[in-house]
C-alpha cells in the first residue's frame, strides 16, 4: 500500500510541477482539470508522466530528483501534445513513448549543467522532434 501511495505522490507532483508547484495536491487538481477537458489528454498526460518516471528510473537518475518531479512535468506535456497534434494511434503512442522519453534524457542533461535552466526546453526540444519526424 506505500508503494501505491508513493507513486501516487510522485505521479501528482510530476503534473504539478507543469505549473512549478511540487505538490502533489496541486497536481491532483491540476490532473482532474485536465480529465474534466478531456478524458483522452488526461490519460496522455497521465501516460507521458508514467514513461518519464520509468525512463528516469531505469536510466538511473537520482530518486529525490525523480521523486521531486524534476524530469517528469515535460513527459506530461510530450503526452497532451500528442493528442492535440497526432492522431489517437499506433505511431500516435508510439511518437508519445519516443517524445516522453527524450524529454527526460533532454531535461537531465539540463539538471547536469548550470550554466542554462532547462524548464520546458526538453519538451520543446522533444516535441520539434516529434512533429518534424511524423510531417
Known sequence: M?????????????IGEVMFQNNAFSGLLMLIGIFLNSWQMGTLAVCGNIISILTAYFSGY???D??????RFNGTLAGITVGVFLQLSVEGLIMLIIAS??????????????LI??????????????LGVCS
Open 101 to 114: 522519453a527524450l524529454s527526460t534524457w533532454i531535461a537531465y542533461f539540463f539538471c547536469q549543467q548550470r
Open 2 to 14: 506505500a508503494f501505491i501511495h508513493n507513486l501516487l505522490l510522485i505521479l501528482e507532483r510530476g
Open 62 to 64: 537520482k530518486y529525490d
Open 66 to 71: 525523480i521523486k521531486n518531479g524534476l524530469y
Open 117 to 130: 535552466s532547462g524548464f520546458t526546453v526538453p519538451f520543446i526540444l522533444a516535441v520539434w522532434g516529434m
